[in-house]
């Protein structure tokens, strides 16, 4: 399972990550108390202390900065946040590494929920495989704390968030169709604000090396030799 929230900066996205985190730490309780198994809850923000003390009570928290710390996980619930760090369009093809991880996360028990400025950056790949996609926008609420600015004495705000069809996307500009019954509105407020650290700077993750193999083919009728990367 793949969900993918989308948004300009600062339209709340790294805030529905949060708050889904929150739900998923109490499933996973409940989960806990039934098999005795504790999953793994991996971010690449990093998360407040008080949270992370819940998480470990049922669950196992995990922070990570490359693709390579996740890639074999089992039995995790992955929060991404900025996905194109991790699979950027620019590349041609996925590693084998990558492919296998966004193409095997339901055999291995993977539920995956990600954020990202725009959809079409991420990797193609990656983008046909997601089971939902979400558009977030904020509507009004206060600015972001900034060092040089006076401090933000009071957390408040509403947002939206719009189910898009994710088999409607076209290409770098398209809109995706709405999904009628799919807006939401919600409340911003500051427990699910300071859940996460809302200044830390994602960055680049180290990409797996895509492996070459050198191929040389025979042609006896010309008695020359080809040779080709696959």
Same mark, same amino acid.
């Given at each position: 399972?793949?969900?993918?929230?989308?948004? #300009?900066? +600062?339209?709340?996205?790294?805030?529905?990550? +949060?708050?889904?985190?929150? @739900?998923?730490?109490?499933?996973?309780?409940?989960?806990?108390?039934?098999?005795?198994?504790?999953?793994?809850? =991996?971010?690449? $923000?990093?998360? &407040?202390?008080?949270?992370?003390?819940? %998480?470990?009570?049922? +669950?196992?928290?995990?922070?990570?900065?490359?693709?390579?710390? #996740? @890639?074999?996980?089992?039995?995790?619930?992955?929060?991404?946040?900025?996905?194109?760090?991790?699979?950027? &369009?620019?590349?041609? /093809?996925? /590693?084998?590494?990558?492919?296998?991880?966004?193409?095997?996360?339901?055999? $291995?028990?993977?539920?995956?929920?990600?954020?990202?400025?725009?959809? /079409? !950056?991420?990797?193609?790949?990656?983008?046909?495989?997601?089971?939902?996609?979400?558009? %977030?926008?904020?509507?009004?609420?206060?600015?972001?704390?900034?060092?040089?600015?006076?401090?933000?004495?009071?957390?408040?705000?509403?947002?939206?968030? !719009?189910?898009?069809?994710?088999? $409607?996307?076209?290409?770098?500009? =398209?809109?995706?169709?709405?999904?009628?019954?799919?807006?939401?509105? /919600?409340? #911003?407020?500051?427990?699910? #604000?300071?859940?996460?650290?809302?200044?830390?700077?994602?960055?680049? $993750?180290?990409?797996?090396?895509?492996?070459?193999?050198? !191929?040389?083919?025979?042609?006896?009728?010309?008695?020359?030799?080809?040779?080709?990367?696959?």
């Amino acid at each position: 399972m793949k969900i993918i929230y989308t948004g #300009i900066e +600062s339209s709340c996205k790294s805030l529905e990550l +949060s708050k889904k985190a929150e @739900l998923v730490m109490n499933r996973n309780r409940i989960w806990f108390k039934k098999v005795g198994i504790k999953r793994t809850m =991996a971010f690449n $923000s990093p998360m &407040a202390e008080e949270f992370i003390k819940k %998480v470990n009570q049922y +669950s196992t928290y995990l922070f990570f900065k490359n693709l390579d710390d #996740i @890639l074999y996980l089992q039995e995790a619930d992955i929060f991404l946040d900025e996905v194109i760090k991790f699979f950027p &369009a620019g590349t041609n /093809s996925l /590693s084998n590494e990558q492919l296998h991880f966004i193409t095997q996360g339901a055999k $291995s028990g993977i539920h995956l929920w990600g954020a990202s400025q725009d959809f /079409s !950056q991420v990797h193609k790949q990656f983008r046909r495989l997601v089971n939902e996609v979400y558009v %977030v926008k904020k509507i009004m609420g206060n600015r972001r704390p900034m060092k040089t600015a006076p401090p933000v004495t009071k957390i408040w705000g509403v947002y939206t968030k !719009q189910k898009v069809s994710v088999q $409607s996307f076209k290409g770098d500009n =398209a809109t995706m169709e709405e999904l009628e019954g799919g807006l939401s509105i /919600s409340f #911003i407020y500051r427990k699910d #604000i300071e859940r996460f650290d809302t200044s830390y700077k994602i960055p680049m $993750s180290t990409l797996p090396i895509k492996k070459v193999r050198k !191929q040389i083919i025979h042609c006896d009728e010309d008695g020359y030799e080809k040779v080709v990367y696959v």
